[in-house]
């Protein structure tokens, strides 16, 4: 590790190179100049500095504009490599991505993570462990997306409705007390939206609202590349949203009537286990196993079973109406359904969509694009990287370990750094 710290001018500088490379903005060093308006000099230097921490490389010859043709530059994306992972109330999800974004491997486990967040955590790093010795890697930096609303600033859940037992819990502590790399962490539902926005297909950078339906409900908006988060991170959750004044309609948040109780996954189980004798579909089931799962409606849905394609066909139009009225207020340029929702089959995206489009206000739907969510359900462990390969590669975070040529050692001020500087 280097003993000297550079100034944050310094830093910055250094930084921005690195990314204008990164991000494809300029990738010759008369390119860098430009942008920059820095010195030939400055820019050959730091360059050649990051080439020699392994960051950047010389490729081929840039085709020539009448003059001595630029080698092109490269950023090393398989310099190093992020640890990612979504816990959800259910399960967990763990993988490894490259500097761009890009998975390698990735694990699943089924897990019930209520009012066990320790032994949730070691769960996590023994696929962690795993995926270590399968990609023969270790973490330069850990992004981790959790199912309840975040305090981005400190890594600690607040108050999560469906994750009884966290509240305050820090996940970076823990995380931090047995790996030297950096950690952040978010609400899982921002991480999808912002996996969508950088790797979904179509990609076209416009403004991305996900809508997630799964056990619970949520949502999610990337503006230009940047994660929404409100000032409390309590922005994108409408599924605590009043839909009904109907007293009976309990949520597990407390309160009555949210949109999560009569659309989600755990609501549709409660109320169709009441009424599984009308459909000899899921009181097999029922008889089976002993209960519903929010799978056992879905299948019976897909199936045809009339009860519980109904129940979530309504809830699909339902979650519709909401979106538009979240359209009408934020004019995305993309929508995209995400969840366990879109597993029940196309009707479900199409009786969601239709309904969105009909209520959206005429002006905001007019180039708005409706699609299903297109990473095979990867798109959270998919942003939980990308954000942490955006927080480590902000200009004046970049600048601090460039020298040491990896952020390891580096945990404290690079998450000090990101959070003063607001970075995505």
């Given at each position: 590790m280097s003993?000297?710290?550079?100034?944050p001018q310094e830093a910055y500088i250094h930084g921005q190179l690195v990314n204008l490379v990164r991000t494809g903005q300029a990738v010759t060093r008369p390119a860098l100049e430009q942008q920059t308006?820095?010195?030939?000099?400055?820019?050959?230097?730091?360059?050649?500095?990051?080439?020699?921490?392994?960051?950047?490389?010389?490729?081929?010859?840039?085709?020539?504009?009448?003059?001595?043709?630029?080698?092109?530059?490269?950023?090393?994306?398989?310099?190093?490599?992020?640890f990612a992972?979504?816990?959800?109330?259910?399960?967990?999800?763990?993988?490894?991505?490259?500097?761009?974004?890009?998975?390698?491997?990735?694990?699943?486990?089924?897990?019930?993570?209520?009012?066990?967040?320790d032994e949730t955590l070691e769960v996590l790093d023994g696929l962690f462990v795993r995926l270590a010795r399968r990609t023969r890697v270790?973490?330069?930096?850990?992004?981790?997306?959790?199912?309840?609303?975040v305090d981005f600033g400190s890594g600690r859940l607040v108050a999560p409705p469906i994750l009884p037992g966290w509240d305050g819990y820090s996940v970076r502590s823990w995380l931090r007390e047995r790996y030297d790399a950096p950690v952040w962490v978010d609400n899982d539902v921002n991480l999808m939206a912002l996996?969508?926005?950088?790797?979904?297909?179509?990609?076209?950078?416009?403004?991305?609202?996900?809508?997630?339906?799964?056990?619970?409900?949520?949502?999610?908006?990337?503006?230009r590349g940047r994660v929404f988060r409100g000032e409390s991170g309590a922005a994108g959750d409408i599924g605590h949203t009043q839909v009904t004044e109907d007293p009976t309609v309990v949520c597990r948040c407390g309160r009555t009537g949210c949109l999560e109780a009569v659309t989600g996954g755990w609501g549709l189980v409660r109320r169709l286990t009441a009424r599984a004798a009308e459909s000899p579909l899921l009181s097999e089931r029922l008889a089976g196993q002993?209960?519903?799962?929010?799978?056992?409606?879905?299948?019976?849905?897909?199936?045809?079973?009339?009860?519980?394609?109904?129940?979530?066909?309504?809830?699909?139009?339902?979650?519709?109406?909401?979106?538009?009225?979240?359209?009408?207020?934020?004019?995305?340029?993309?929508?995209?359904?995400?969840?366990?929702?879109?597993?029940?089959?196309?009707?479900?995206?199409?009786?969601?969509?239709?309904?969105?489009?009909?209520?959206?206000g005429t002006l905001a739907a007019q180039r708005l694009r409706v699609r299903p969510a297109s990473l095979d359900f990867r798109e959270g462990v998919t942003g939980a990287a990308i954000m942490a390969i955006e927080q480590m590669f902000?200009?004046?975070?970049?600048?601090?370990?460039?020298?040491?040529?990896s952020p390891i050692g580096y945990a404290t001020s690079l998450q000090r750094t990101s959070v003063l500087e607001g970075l995505t």
């Open positions: 003993t000297t710290t550079p100034s308006r820095l010195g030939r000099k400055v820019v050959a230097q730091r360059v050649q500095q990051a080439i020699d921490v392994g960051l950047l490389e010389d490729g081929d010859l840039a085709p020539s504009g009448g003059g001595r043709p630029s080698r092109l530059l490269r950023f090393r994306a398989e310099a190093g490599h992020v992972a979504v816990l959800g109330a259910t399960e967990v999800t763990a993988a490894v991505s490259t500097l761009d974004g890009t998975l390698l491997a990735s694990l699943h486990e089924d897990w019930d993570a209520a009012d066990r967040p270790e973490p330069w930096a850990f992004g981790i997306g959790v199912a309840g609303p996996g969508e926005w950088h790797k979904g297909t179509p990609n076209d950078g416009r403004d991305l609202l996900y809508v997630f339906v799964d056990e619970g409900v949520g949502a999610g908006l990337v503006s002993g209960r519903l799962t929010a799978e056992d409606v879905g299948m019976a849905a897909r199936a045809g079973d009339p009860l519980a394609a109904a129940e979530v066909e309504s809830g699909a139009r339902l979650i519709g109406v909401t979106a538009a009225n979240l359209v009408n207020f934020v004019n995305p340029g993309t929508v995209v359904l995400g969840g366990g929702a879109v597993r029940v089959g196309d009707s479900v995206f199409e009786v969601f969509a239709d309904t969105l489009m009909r209520r959206a902000g200009p004046a975070s970049l600048g601090l370990w460039i020298e040491n040529g």
